[in-house]
């Protein structure tokens, strides 16, 4: 009699670590299931609110790419009359705006997506500034957006806005 119950208590507690082990399992396979596409920024990552965030941020970005192109901030920086120093005292005053302008997205987006953003306005500036210093004192504006203009279409690669924008076009499909 006494064997019987003993054999009654193993299979009980033998049913009851199989129950246990099954409902772990399952518990860790439902949290595998619900991990994030992208690295959290904060704890709900995951969540809706959390996502749009992030996919706005890219939009963001991808915008402000846009607008410190060289040759989209010429069309709309161009001012007759001002000096070479004075244009590239604009550009470089606009570009570093547009960049301050949207320096919070950085803490939505992934941290290679801010250095290539970062890195690109770093570009920028120093073609800028670079071309701007092999004009004369006497050089216009319009000299330096011509000369600006002149090496972006003999070099095509030497702006990065095609690769920054496929860059957090890519990392912004892989939220939705």
């Known amino acids: 009699m006494e064997s019987n119950y003993l054999l009654i208590a193993i299979i009980f507690a033998l049913l ?55 040759p989209n901030l010429i069309a709309r920086m161009n001012t007759p009359g001002l000096t070479v120093r004075d244009m590239q005292s604009l550009l470089t005053h606009s570009i570093r705006q547009e960049f301050e302008h949207n320096i919070t997205q950085q803490i939505y987006v992934s941290t290679e997506a801010w250095t290539v953003v970062r890195d690109y306005k770093e570009q920028n500036l120093l073609i800028v500034n670079q071309v701007s210093s092999f004009l004369p004192e006497e050089a216009t504006g319009a000299d330096l957006n011509r000369a600006l203009l002149d090496l972006l279409v003999q070099n095509p690669k030497a702006s990065l806005q095609n690769v920054v924008s496929e860059a957090l076009s890519y990392e912004a499909k892989k939220l939705m």
């Open 16 to 70: 009851v670590a199989a129950a246990l082990v099954y409902l772990f399992l399952r518990q860790r396979k439902d949290v595998k299931t619900m991990q994030p596409l992208a690295p959290a920024a904060d704890a709900t990552a995951g969540s809706i609110p959390s996502r749009q965030l992030q996919l706005q941020a890219y939009e963001r970005l991808i915008l402000l790419t846009d607008r410190i192109a060289l």
